[in-house]
């Protein structure tokens, strides 16, 4: 799992996501590639923007007890898996909108680093530690580049 707080790392994921184009084509999915984007997006914009409501007790309690362990884990995502409501993205996007947004989400979690995500309260899943934010980062953004082959 690379370790999304150290530079290097970052510099790798966005030359990925720049070796996207507007009309990349994914080799599993239904999203397009601006809808990608927008999707990954989403993860960011939950840390830094007061936009989601945060889950009810009962659902935050069956997703910490059900799903957490997938998605802060080092264990890759399976193709095809399934998407939380809030992740789901069917519309058009913009995707220079969306790339650019991406690129300054991970520079600045980057800038940021472990020691402001450690104890940090995810929406979903309660207090996590830096290393779980790294890999729900790393892990989610390295299974949706995959997607479009970069």
Not at 56 to 69: P, Y
Request: aromatic share 10%.
């Amino acid at each position: 799992m690379k370790n999304l707080f150290k530079i290097e790392n970052c510099e790798d994921i966005i030359i990925r996501i720049n070796n996207l184009k507007e009309d990349s084509q994914p080799l599993w999915g239904k999203m397009n590639v601006a809808q990608m984007l927008a999707h990954c997006n989403v993860t960011y914009d939950m840390v830094y923007e007061n936009m989601y409501p945060k889950p009810g007790f009962l659902v935050r309690l069956l997703l910490k007890s059900f799903v957490k362990s997938k998605v802060v884990s080092e264990q890759p995502y399976e193709k095809n898996g399934p998407t939380a409501p809030a992740f789901k993205v069917d519309v058009k996007q913009d995707f220079d909108k969306e790339r650019r947004k991406l690129i300054e989400y991970i520079i600045k979690t980057q800038d940021l680093g472990p020691n402001e995500f450690e104890g940090k309260e995810s929406l979903s899943f309660g207090k996590l530690t830096a290393n779980e934010w790294n890999n729900m980062f790393s892990k989610h953004l390295d299974h949706h580049l995959n997607q479009f082959g970069v």
